[in-house]
């Protein structure tokens, strides 16, 4: 049974889990993040910053969960992009330690296989964060698939392209296409943190938390795991 932490606001949640990822950092210098993008994750970057002033980071490693298939690595939107602005440049982690998997389309066949090959010779992730898409997709892990998954390409819903459509100039040129680390790679991190605010986030909330364990809604996954911690405000808890 996942630890439910019902929290007033986002900026709280920030600081908890923040809180958790520095005590981490403190007893394993070379600790390994697992690095969520989305909007859900960007008060335990903020809140990790003053946190982590002062503590040696040269040596913390990170993976992020997913990334768009088919832009350029250095567009402001790829996943790369994100995770260095957002996390490796204001925590000022070793971007040579920080891994997205490569979304490039020259290589993409080998691409997945070559990102779980690192994640393991890395040890694993030691505390995985994690936001939630409205249909209960984790990392980008779309409804149907499976819990033994691995990293892998996968194509995005039309609901998600909506979603992640604020991000880009139209829902047109949202890719149509993802690299994203699979459940199965998820559920191997030894610490799961799920995080959700808002209420557009209630159904699959609850869905992941307690709900039955299913495909049709991957975050369900969670249930398999022994250690998980779910953040969430009192509208992402509505229907827990
Ligand atoms: C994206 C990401 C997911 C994220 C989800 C929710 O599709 N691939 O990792 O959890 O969207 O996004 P947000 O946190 O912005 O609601």
Same mark, same amino acid.
């Given at each position: 049974m996942a630890e439910i932490v019902i929290v007033p606001d986002a900026a709280t949640a920030g600081g908890l889990v923040a809180d958790e990822i520095v005590r981490l950092v403190r007893a394993r210098p070379d600790a390994v993040l697992g690095l969520a993008t989305g909007s859900t994750p960007l008060p335990v970057y903020e809140a990790l910053r003053p946190r982590l002033a002062?503590?040696?980071? !040269?040596r913390v490693r990170g993976f992020a969960l997913d990334e768009y298939v088919?832009?350029?690595?250095?567009?402001?939107?790829?996943y790369r992009s994100v995770i260095h602005r957002e996390v490796v440049e204001p925590l000022g982690l070793d971007p040579a330690l920080v891994r997205v998997p490569d979304g490039s389309l020259d290589g993409i066949e080998h691409a997945g296989d070559d990102y779980e090959r690192a994640i393991e010779a890395a040890g694993g992730v030691d505390l995985q964060i994690l936001g939630v898409g409205t249909?209960?997709?984790?990392?980008?892990?779309?409804?149907?698939?499976?819990? =033994?998954?691995?990293?892998r390409v996968k194509t995005l819903t039309e609901q998600t392209r909506e979603d992640n459509a604020?991000?880009?100039? !139209?829902?047109?040129?949202?890719?149509r296409h993802c690299i994203t680390q699979g459940l199965g790679t998820i559920l191997r991190a030894r610490h799961l943190v799920l995080l959700a605010f808002g209420s557009g986030k209630a159904a699959a909330v609850a869905g992941a938390v307690?709900?039955?364990?299913?495909a049709s809604l991957? =975050?369900?996954?969670?249930?398999?795991?022994p250690h998980v911690t779910v953040v969430v405000d009192e509208a992402a808890a509505a229907q827990l």
């Open positions: 002062g503590i040696d980071v !040269s088919g832009i350029a690595a250095d567009h402001p939107e790829s249909d209960g997709h984790i990392g980008f892990n779309e409804p149907g698939s499976s819990f =033994g998954s691995l990293t604020r991000f880009f100039d !139209s829902v047109d040129d949202v890719p307690e709900g039955p364990v299913t991957p =975050g369900s996954a969670i249930q398999l795991h």
